[in-house]
């Protein structure tokens, strides 16, 4: 059951990608409010919600390639069925090498 909600809760990098960009750009919305207010408290930024060093881009690519590239490579080796997840993962990564943060609030319209 634990993986099962591990799934459905990382589900947005397994979209095609035009949703995923959108989820990416509400997901880094949050991590960067986070952030910003945590500047206005005095408080260490956390490391992923600093806007001054973090990109966009750069946080899908590295939550893909650290977290769920590995992920669902072990359970598409568990679970055959879930392969085509795992490539639909790996086409999404390819794909954030084309964006720029720039390139991503343009194609979500911001």
């Known amino acids: 059951m ?3 909600m591990k799934v459905a809760d990382t ?3 397994l979209r095609p990608m035009d949703v995923a960009k959108k989820w990416a750009v509400c997901i880094t919305d949050e991590f960067f409010a986070q952030g910003d207010l945590e500047a206005s ?6 490391q992923q919600c600093d806007r001054r060093s973090k990109t966009r881009v750069g946080l899908q690519k590295g939550f893909i390639d650290f977290v769920i ?7 598409a080796r568990a679970y055959p069925a879930l392969e ?3 490539e639909q993962v790996h086409c999404n990564r390819r794909l954030w090498d084309l964006h720029d943060d720039d390139a991503l609030l343009a194609d979500v319209g911001r």
């Open 2 to 4: 634990e993986i099962l």
């Open 11 to 13: 589900s947005n990098v």
């Open 41 to 46: 408290l005095g408080l260490e930024v956390s």
């Open 84 to 86: 085509s997840a795992l």
């Open 69 to 75: 590239a590995p992920f669902y490579e072990k359970l």
